[in-house]
């Protein structure tokens, strides 16, 4: 096992940006695909022109969709798949690792909770690969602007400190700084939420509402998310901190975020379909939601914006009427984030 050889499974935007990352680190990098000939695609173009398009890629980062090619002897393994995907892509992990005889450290940057069984990504991964060590990466991180070097800063949580030590020092540039955390069901639980209230963010700028409503929604989103992460466990202060309210104001105010551009679209007069059918890049918080809503029922949390975003993607009810819902809720005393 070689910690300088890298593995990223998954040739989507934050993949390429993190494997682009660490080759200008020096590590050796290899991304793997899914779709052959996309693969193809990349190494003909040395650009990723549907998920990343503008930065180049170097001849010194391998591109395959030979999975065991991608792992073969790498010390660490980044998995950057969409959530959905995770467990099925686990298992091809299994069933190559036992072909490679490999057992690198594994960090996921998926932000997602899956459906149906309600776990998080790292215990996804635990569940199919109980054998490995796992950490979590995770921040306000635009994959657009990380790939050209603009400062950006990131959050490692691993299974123990060394682990999440030894993340901080493999990921960290004098453009990505990185801090180590102890938490990683507050970190997880809140990159995974903040999809949701970016959804809920665009519907507001499709509905044509201001900035006062984006900042209430950004606030009470973090309440949300404070309140279901405590219950599940994680700690108050990590959704202060740059995976709960940094992403989430990122999330909620880009141009690049997918899923305020989702819920933008929403709140001009599409549905989820339509839009969908738009969408090359996955918005995470279209699937998210499901589980949110399910978490929220199963730790009796109230969350009153997820619960809007459900109703409004998943059981057609008009955005304008939601937001009124939400207005009209009883009066209460702030803050109430516990």
């Known amino acids: 096992m070689d910690i300088h050889t890298i593995g990223v499974i998954g040739d989507g935007a934050w993949g390429t940006a993190l494997a682009l990352l660490l080759n200008d680190s020096g590590y050796s990098v290899r991304i793997w695909g899914y779709f052959s000939d996309y693969i193809d695609h990349m190494k003909r173009t ?57 057992e690198p450290v594994a960090i996921t940057v998926s932000k997602g909770i899956e459906n149906k069984t309600l776990l998080r990504m790292s215990e996804v991964i635990n569940d199919v690969l109980p054998q490995l060590d796992v950490a979590v990466l995770s921040g ?48 997880e639980i809140g ?15 499709g509905l044509g509402f201001g900035d ?40 909620c105010t880009s141009r690049h975020s997918r899923n305020r551009g989702l819920g933008e679209k929403i709140g001009s007069g599409m549905t989820l379909r339509q839009v969908s059918q738009t969408m090359e890049k996955v918005a995470e918080g279209v699937k998210t939601v499901c589980s949110a809503v399910e978490l929220a029922k199963k730790y009796s949390v109230d969350m009153p914006i997820a619960s809007k975003v459900y109703e409004i993607l998943y059981e057609d009810r008009n955005a304008m009427e939601a937001f009124s819902e939400l207005m009209d809720r009883p009066l209460r005393r702030e803050p109430d984030f516990v």
């Open 46 to 102: 040395r650009e990723n022109t549907k998920f990343l398009p503008g930065p180049h890629i170097p001849e010194s980062i391998l591109l395959t969709d030979d999975m065991a090619e991608c792992i073969g002897s790498a010390g660490l393994v980044i998995l950057a798949v969409p959530s959905h995907v995770m467990r099925q892509t686990c298992l091809s992990l299994k069933d190559m690792i036992r072909v490679t005889g490999t």
């Open 140 to 187: 306000p991180t635009h994959a657009e602007e990380v790939a050209v070097g603009i400062p950006s800063v990131a959050v490692a949580a691993g299974t123990s400190l060394e682990l999440s030590e030894m993340v901080q020092s493999i990921f960290s540039t004098d453009r990505f700084r990185v801090y180590t955390g102890d938490d990683m069901v507050g970190v």
């Open 191 to 205: 990159g995974a939420l903040k999809n949701i209230i970016a959804v809920a963010a665009g519907i507001s700028d």
């Open 212 to 251: 006062n409503t984006k900042a209430a929604l950004i606030t009470r989103g973090l309440a949300e998310m404070t309140r279901l992460g405590v219950a599940m466990g994680a700690k108050p202060m990590t959704f202060a901190g740059l995976s709960g309210m940094g992403d989430l104001i990122v999330t």
